[in-house]
Structures are given as C-alpha cells and as structure tokens.
C-alpha cells in the first residue's frame, strides 16, 4: 500500500470537475498545501467547491518580499463554482481578492460560516456526526432558514457536517504510513480535513520512514492519509 | 469638543479589565494593542483562535516564522507554556465557555448588548472569522471601539443597523470618551474621558444612558 | 457429528478476509486471534479503541507496559508507525466509516444481520464498551463465532432474543462450521466445514439457508 | 494563580456530597488517578455521580501482582449513587465487581453508554455542544426514549452532551501552566474529561517548569486544568 507520490501533478491527476475540496491552512503560508494547489490549477479542474476557511488572500502572514500561493489562483482562474469559508474577502475593502470580485459579477457562490461552526462541521464530517446544535450565530444571518433549539435556556443551531472528495493539505513532516505531524500554528484545519475527505493528500516537506514520528506528536493519524508528496 | 482618547489609550484602559490568570482572546485592531499595557503583576494567558494557547510579543522583521501566527496573521514570538492545538479545539475553548474574557472591535453595540463586527452593509460581503465564536462563547464580551464612526454617527444604538454578529452578548463597552457597562436594565455610564460630561457623551450616544452614582474619570 | 473447526482456525478464516492495507478492529475473544493468522505479503493496520492505531504482539511476561494494552485489556509490544490518541478520535475513527473491517463476537445473529453480543439477558446487566459504535460505523463488520451455543441452540436465528447491539450491520458470519454471508435476500451459505453438509448446517441454524451454487469446503 | 496542590487529599477537599465527577482511565492502571481516588475514599463524599469508562474494575490491565485502585472502591464504600459507563461490570458474570453487587441490590444507578457515545458527549460537553446526532445505538437498548432523525437514509439518535463538578485524571506529565502530556494508550477519556469539568484535577508523576513540555505533545492545554498533584 504505496502512499507516496512523486510528484504533486501526480497526486492530483484525478481530481474531476465538479469535485469539492477541502484546503487546508489558516489562509497564509503557514499550513498552505501551495504546491498541489499550483498542481490543480495546471490540471484544470472546473467547478469546483472550495471548502477552506478564507476565499483566498494573496498577502495574508506572508514574510514581505515571498509570495504565498493559495486557492486564490484557483478563483482568478476560474476553476471555482463554490466557496464554503468563514473569512471569504480580503481585510481591506480597497484591495478585493479574485473571490470579491467574482462574487460581485455572481461567478462564484458562498457559504458563508462562523470558523468555529466550519472547523466542527468539518471534523463532524470525519466523525461520522450527520449534524450538532451550536450557539454560534444564533440570531445572526448565518442562522436564516435554519431550525433553532433552547437547550438548557441557551437557543442553538441546528448545523451538518461537511464532507469533501479531496483534502490538500500541508504537514511539516510525514511517515509512509502516512502518520502527519505539524509545526506550530499551521496545524489549525489540516487534521479536522483529513478526517472528513474521501482522498487526503499531504504535501509534506519530509517523508520519513515508518517508525521516525514521536507516536505522541502524531496529530493525523495514517488512517485518513491515501497520498504523500514531498513538497 | 474635549479631546478624546487615542488607540493605545483605549486599549490601556481595556487591559485594567485583564483579571490575573485570565485566559483572554483580542480580536483584531484597538483589542491587538490590549497585551502590551497589562498592569504589573498580573499574568494573563492569550488564545488565538487559529490553534495556540500562550504567546509571545509581536515578531520584528527578520525574527518571523510562517508556523506561528496569530489570527490577524501577525507573526509571534514564541514564549514557555505554549500549546498549538487543531482549530476545532480551537473552538472548542471558546464555545464551551473557557475564555474568560475576549477584546472585539465593533461597528455598532445596541443597548441590549447586540454586536455587529462583520459586516458594512455597503459592501455586501464581509468575513465573519471567529467573532461569532467568541461573541457566543466567550464568558465576558469587553467592545473597545471609538465611540463615533468617521462621520460623526453613534455607534451605540438604539438597534443594529449592521448585520449581527452576536446577540446579547457584551458586557462593556471601553470606548475613546466613555466605559459603559451593559445591563439587564440598559446601558450605564460609569467612567469618562477627561474633559468630557455625561451630557457630552449622551449626545453622541443614541440610547439612554443611566448614569453611575459614582460616575468618575478615565484612569489609564 | 463430523468435527467443528477450533479457535485458531475460525480464526485463521476470518484472517483471509482482510485485505491488504485495511484498517481493521478486533473484538475480544475468538478475533482477538486472527491477527497472528493474516496471509503473508498483506498488511493489515490495527486499530484498538482506547486511542492506538498499529500495534505490535501481545508482551510477553516482563515486557508488560500499563501505558501500551488494547482494549481488552492486554498487554502489546510497541511497532513503528503506531500513533497515539483520545476516545473520541478513537471513535471518530470508527463512527466516520474509517475502520474497513471489524470482527466481532456474538451471543445471536439475525437473518437481516442483526448482532447481539453485549448482554446475555440472564445477566440482566452488561457491557457494550465499543461494539454498537463499531457495529453501527465499521464499513464491514465480519462476525467470528461457534455455531451453536454450549446447549446446542443455533445462534444465527430469525430474530434475536437478546438485547441487540445493532441493526442490519453484519456482512458475514464466520463459524466453527459455515461461512455464511448476509444479504438483503437473507442468508447465503458459501462454505462449510469438512465432512459438513449444508443440510447438517440447515439442522442447527433458525432461518432457512440459501446455498451458494459454487458452495465449497472451507479452507486455511 | 498556583495551580500546584501539595497533597491529594487537599486537590479533593472541596468536593460536596452529591458531586458529578468524571473519571479518567480506560479500566486499568494506565491512566487511572488512583491517588485521587484512595483521597476522595478517605474525604468521604456521598451520593457521587461517577462518569467513567467502566463501572470500577479490579483487575482489568493488571501487572501481575499488582494491585489497582479504581473508582470500585468509591462503589464499595458506598459514596456512589449514580454511575454513568460503557462497561459497567466484569467481564466474567462470576466475579461480580462491587458496582453489580450493589446494583442488583438497587443501591446504585446505572446510565449505560456506548464507549463512542461516551466519549463524544463528553467532548460535547467541554465543546460547548448541547447535543448531537449519531448513528450508533439505533434500534436498540440506548436510543429507548430518544428523539430519533434521519440524515442522509441513516436513522440516528439524538445524544445529550455530559459535564460534571470534577475531573480526576492520571496524566504522565505537567507543566506549571497546567499543560499536561500523556503516554500511549493512556491517554484515553483523560483530555476529554479535562474540559467538561468545572474544577479539573490532574495527578501526574512529574511537575515540570513552564516550557518544558513540547507544545506540540501538549494534549491537554492548561486552560482546563486548574489543580496539578504530583502522585
């Protein structure tokens, strides 16, 4: 059961249009799967649903003078029907991403969820969790058209999980069982994904042997992991 | 008009608000500013939403590293008792009620304690990130904002004309002329800025403001 | 009467079912033994659900690790590639359709497949620990089982008498004298043990059998 | 904020007649607090609602010649009202543990719960999470008198979320902040229990200076913990 790939184009040859995709990363470089996202640009899938939790931002925690690739290219180049985020446009009005400026010509659509409703309708995606009663929202727009619930006085939200076709991710480093470890804060929504797609696929700076991650730090464990790239 | 308090004023006035052993979260803007005023002596913890619990001052340039950032996406400096954690987890603290405090910045606060943080209706679409997270889960809601907006309106209303982000869920608002606490019964003016009057403040107020016996001045 | 198959070769059969690659949850008892028996050149990843996937042996005395058992409660050895986690990603796992197969022991199996194997209802209290969370999310559950129970009774029976564990979730059933799978037709009889016919089986099983045209002896 | 407390018996103290305590281990040794529970057995608190994997086993996961406190103690002596479980009693019905003793006797409550269950309401809990739906337990003994729903073809039962008074905990290591580390298989309900509790007290073999446990083993954050004991 060979997990490695060699080469990104490789891991994402399959991906059909119409596929919905998890990507995993806060929204800059960190935890950003930059390679396999290029990878799917150059492949050309259309129609796609991006679950992710911006809509793409060029510039976001980005060390001046580098330039982070995101799903943003995927938006500019039109391979976007969908985009389910929390943090969809671009900070400052004045300096709109591809996705506001689709939006506005009604090119892409969005979901648009709270992160912490996105991150937990993603691992309930994973955990086999059909759907969950929140807070989050309640009163707000986010909560139009849904059914609402008093629980122990407090009215909630009736929220589902989310489930996707791929997950790209990013890991700092990875076994052949396909075991993931993260560094720092670019963990965030990668271990909730992997758990919540049909094909995972990490783009990782090291493939290590089996046996070479701390079984403690290991924070995706290789049951949800079908494909490593080395970055 | 009185002079008014600037940004770092603001958010020195928010972080007397810091209990010792406090887990808190500070949004983006002004509550940013809140961690470097914290008095001497009290130890305050700092979660950010996007997977760290414990962090260190603003990285200067030269010193960043992509794997640890804030949810502003500022890069940090790491510090001893951090712990980097999943953004369902993340979450988890703050919607099961373990931050004791967050710091957001607002649009408008109504006189119920509505918040609206997301969105200006002139664009149509706006980022939403984790306010509605915190503004539902956290146990105590402090707004630091200027009390007016750039034209002059009020941003304390009578009624949110932005989109909510929470409801009922702040329990003090610190602004650059006043520290209103909100209540069961209403707003209630309980500090002002230096120079200004409760009359001063209630004209640029839309809601009535009960005024505090022991009203007194902004003490930074 | 011909001769029943033992415990090590129920277990050896069930073995041949996994796959290489699979994820697979192994009850107590009778599966508990088939890991020793898995055809060469395969690979079959463990799962266990107080939080370990991959695991080595059991220890031998000496060797023993509080910290390292299955769920059991038996002592493992250490394998490269393990990972450590909570009880509910434990069950994540399981819940979200993760685990390929899982094989389980049981008081009664119904001709819909239909498990039951927590409670005997002469105990009148019992355990369930993980079986209803693997029986209702494990994408194929095998169970491993003598025929009949120590009085002769059959255990694959039309409905189950005892307390059910899950509805309609058993693919196959493995005994000590038949592979029988279960379909939405019913039962399919597709091995028996030497010497067995499929009528002898018919004789100690409730629900009619329906019998595979290319039935065969059961191999190890 | 000294989270450091110099004795078991002074970390359960506090705990009133009539507390909901969870109680962390999967049965045996590994994980188990054995000295918060042997401290609790001598404060005396009654009427307890105990939440725990198992309903106090005495000899599950044992080193041979070993001997295993667990929360049977509380249940034999009587401080036990209510006990909350996947495995309640000993795998052999002719030994008996004290808990099926007592039972029979009608003198302790038993909530009987799927291990999965078990662990998710207890997350949802500490999650902010009132309730969920999940398909295990249809159709049988535990969805009796549940609200039951249908998500995607799939019948699933609606699960209530579980929070007690005290946490009790065996964890490997802490950090004065309170972050705590666990080792292998022991890790189990622990950093579940941690953040479902109001008051949750960890017992720990070593109590280590701030930053000497790696942030990316940290399974349990200090947030949850607000008493450490050095066993």
């Not at chain 1, 998890?22 to 990878?39: K, Y």
Request: glycine share 12%; hydrophobic share 45%.
């Amino acid at each position: 059961m060979n997990k490695v790939f060699l080469s990104c184009a490789e891991a994402v040859a399959d991906v059909p249009d119409g596929a919905v995709i998890m990507i995993g990363g806060f929204g800059g470089a960190g935890g950003m799967p930059q390679c396999l996202i290029q990878a799917l640009r150059e492949q050309g899938a259309k129609n796609l649903t991006i679950i992710s939790n911006t809509g793409g931002l060029a510039g976001f925690g980005a060390l001046s003078g580098s330039v982070t690739i995101t799903h943003n290219v995927l938006i500019e180049s039109g391979q976007v029907r969908k985009v389910v985020a929390s943090f969809p446009v671009s900070a400052s009005p004045s300096r709109p991403n591809a996705f506001e400026v689709l939006y506005r010509q009604g090119k892409v659509e969005l979901e648009l969820v709270p992160q912490g409703t996105l991150a937990e309708r993603i691992r309930a995606g994973g955990a086999g969790i059909p759907a969950f009663y929140t807070p989050t929202g309640v009163g707000t727009a986010v909560a139009q058209g849904k059914e609402t619930r008093v629980f122990y006085g407090q009215e909630c939200v009736l929220e589902h999980a989310l489930k996707a076709d791929y997950a790209f991710l990013r890991a700092n480093r990875a076994d052949t069982t396909g075991n993931l470890a993260y560094k720092g804060t670019s963990r965030n929504f990668s271990p909730l994904m992997a758990t919540a797609a049909r094909v995972t696929v990490a783009e990782v700076d090291e493939i290590l042997e089996s046996g070479c991650i701390d079984p403690e730090v290991v924070a995706t464990p290789g049951i949800y992991v079908k494909r490593l790239v080395k970055r | 008009m009185p002079e008014r308090l600037n940004r770092e004023a603001i958010a020195m006035r928010v972080a007397k608000e810091l209990p010792d052993g406090a887990y808190v979260n500070l949004g983006i803007g002004i509550p940013t500013l809140v961690s470097q005023f914290v008095p001497e002596g009290r130890t305050v913890a700092y979660h950010s939403e996007n997977g760290l619990l414990r962090y260190g001052p603003l990285a200067a340039p030269g010193q960043e590293d992509i794997d640890l950032i804030n949810a502003g996406g500022q890069f940090l400096l790491p510090v001893p008792g951090m712990a980097f954690f999943n953004s369902a987890e993340a979450f988890a603290m703050i919607r099961g009620g373990h931050i004791d405090v967050t710091v957001l910045g607002a649009f408008q606060v109504s006189e119920r304690g509505d918040l609206a943080n997301w969105m200006l209706s002139s664009r149509g679409v706006g980022n939403i990130g984790g306010a509605m997270d915190l503004a539902a889960g956290a146990k105590r809601v402090i707004v630091a904002m200027e009390h007016t907006d750039p034209l002059g309106n009020p941003k304390i209303v009578r009624e949110c004309s932005y989109p909510l982000t929470g409801q009922h869920c702040v329990s003090l608002i610190i602004t650059d002329v006043a520290v209103i606490e909100v209540g069961a019964a209403g707003l209630r003016l309980r500090e002002i800025a230096p120079g200004w009057t409760p009359e001063a403040i209630q004209e640029i107020t839309e809601p009535r403001l009960a005024v505090a016996d022991n009203v007194k001045e902004i003490t930074l």
